[in-house]
């Protein structure tokens, strides 16, 4: 080899180590800008149940906030503020429940404008809706379709890994089965049963197990509504608790009034087993831990 080849030939492979290093460091940091191997989602959620779904779905190729957790602040009251603005103006996927519960979150939409952006509405996606009563999450059912409608999203976003929110969907509905069936057989034990609600949310659940709610509608809607229940339909509670007509009392305690908080003080007072519910999501729980260890609770107050 004469000089001059042996320098081109040295030439040549130190512009090969230095193509393959450039390889090595784009592998390596994965996450640049206009890299598509490791795409990470922004979401926003309205509520934290929805925020759970999507972490479950997504994994890590998502990065959730959700606004709506506290279990000290009733859903039906709350007010949005500029750090909940900012992060639905980054937001490349929105999920709500809309249906007049999170009219805030289509301000804050409506407010930073996105044509890119993916918006999921639970409540027009749910399939079983019952009159006047926006707490569509919890029906299983309908659980079950809002988690397919976010995978759908989710794979319009990041098709790439499609397969992984496939998969993650499916232990998600098997999870969700083994809820369907633990309400089926409280159902095959306890249907017919009286029960007081103090609130219209559980009526997605009343209703599957077959329980016989007695205390009135007008009540309900009114507590959800934050409003004071009609005299009538107090006196009518009160008495379904007094006289011991209902077996359970099943309570929302994020949304606890002086009326409510009569019923339960008077459930107490006659050894009326009280199921405490709540509107969202409990710290440290998934949604189906959330929902399985309300229904257990239920079905001890219940009783063999
Ligand atoms: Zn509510």
């Not at 959730?64 to 909940?84: M, R």
Request: charged share 15%; net charge negative.
């Amino acid at each position: 080899m004469s000089s001059r080849k042996r320098l081109s030939f040295s030439l040549l492979c130190a512009c090969m180590v230095l193509l393959l290093c450039t390889a090595c460091g784009n592998a390596g940091s994965g996450g640049n800008a206009g890299n598509t191997t490791s795409k990470v989602i922004s979401v926003v959620a309205a509520e934290n149940f929805y925020g759970d779904l999507v972490q479950q779905i997504g994994g890590n190729h998502v990065d959730v906030v959700s606004i709506l957790s506290d279990p000290d602040v009733d859903p039906h009251e709350y007010e949005s503020n500029v750090q909940n603005a900012t992060a639905v103006a980054k937001a490349q996927l929105v999920i709500e429940n809309s249906g007049g519960y999170d009219d805030w979150m289509d301000k804050l939409l409506s407010g930073s404008p996105n044509s890119s952006r993916l918006v999921v509405k639970a409540f027009d996606v749910a399939r079983v809706k019952l009159e006047d009563n926006e707490h569509v999450w919890y029906s299983i059912d309908n659980a079950q379709t809002i988690a397919q409608t976010i995978t759908e999203r989710l794979k319009q976003l990041d098709s790439a890994d499609a397969a992984t929110f496939d998969s993650n969907l499916q232990k998600l509905n098997t999870a969700l089965q083994q809820i369907q069936q633990k309400i089926t057989a409280i159902k095959s034990k306890h249907a017919n049963t009286p029960v007081a609600l103090t609130e219209t949310i559980f009526l997605y659940q009343s209703g599957p197990l077959g329980l016989h709610v007695l205390t009135p509608t007008e009540f309900q809607k009114a507590v959800a509504e934050g409003n004071d229940p009609p005299a009538n339909t107090v006196i009518t509670a009160d008495d379904q608790i007094n006289q011991q007509q209902v077996k359970v009392l099943i309570y929302n305690e994020q949304t606890s009034t002086a009326v409510t908080l009569k019923l339960q003080h008077d459930a107490q007072a006659h050894h009326i087993p009280i199921v405490a519910v709540t509107e969202t999501m409990p710290k440290g729980k998934t949604y189906q831990s959330w929902m399985s260890d309300q229904l257990t609770a239920l079905e001890q107050a219940l009783g063999a």
